[in-house]
T-cell receptor, first 114, second 113 residues
């Protein structure tokens, strides 16, 4: 069965610092991979997705992620954190079944310190 | 452009009461999903409907029932609420065939006393 592991349930960075949120997946077939962001008291919004095209994927708000098959990783980065980036971030992978259901990681809460 | 709309946004129930969470999407999507979100556990799939007229169990279906009323609407029912069902519930939809991208509602926060 597919699974997603997000290392670090809480990450704190200073404003202007690099953001790195880690995601590893287990997959026996090439997956589709996603990063979603959830702001307080809101639903999830898609940040970016990997669908077997370019391995470096650019998303909204300056975020990007790189698909590394050899490491089964899909880490999310942003060169310079902004206060507005404070939110919870979820990595997700398709389950490889006929309906491509999403399996979510447990989330990483990003705090940005002034 | 409403997207995915969930009602109610907040609800408090007593143990044993029943209620239905409503979800509607206006994007002409084929598949719809109900997830629950609990601290430290991410989102877990309760039920989904791959197309109008079909429903299937997800990871945590016990204590819930669903109805795919038509292509737009997918409801989640708690017949006899338990404190363990205190959670935030999200409805989502997806166009098929697709690469898996889900569109989410804003959530329904349910407290069972």
């Amino acid at each position: 069965a597919q699974s997603v592991t997000q290392l670090g349930s809480h990450v704190s960075v200073s404003e202007g610092a690099l953001v790195l949120l880690r995601c590893n997946y287990s997959s026996s077939v090439p997956p589709y991979l996603f990063w979603y962001v959830q702001y307080p008291n809101q639903g999830l919004q898609l940040l970016l997705k990997y669908t077997s095209a370019a391995t470096l994927v650019k998303g909204i708000n300056g975020f990007e992620a790189e698909f590394k098959k050899s490491e089964t990783s899909f880490h999310l980065t942003k060169p310079s954190a902004h206060m507005s980036d404070a939110a919870e971030y979820f990595c997700a992978v398709t389950d490889g079944g006929a309906t491509n259901k999403l399996i979510f990681g447990t989330g990483t809460l990003l705090a940005v310190q002034p | 452009n409403a997207g995915v709309t969930q009602t109610p946004k907040f609800q408090v129930l007593k143990t044993g009461q029943s209620m239905t969470l409503q979800c509607a999407q206006d994007m002409n999507h084929n598949s719809m999903y109900w997830y629950r979100q609990d601290p430290g556990m991410g989102l877990r799939l309760i039920y989904y409907s791959a197309s109008e007229g079909t429903t299937d169990k997800g990871e945590v279906p016990n204590g819930y029932n669903v109805s795919r009323l038509n292509k737009r609407e997918f409801s989640l029912r708690l017949e006899s609420a338990a404190p363990s069902q205190t959670s935030v519930y999200f409805c989502a939809s997806k166009l098929e065939p697709s690469t898996g991208e889900l569109f989410f509602g804003e959530g329904s926060r349910l407290t069972v006393l």
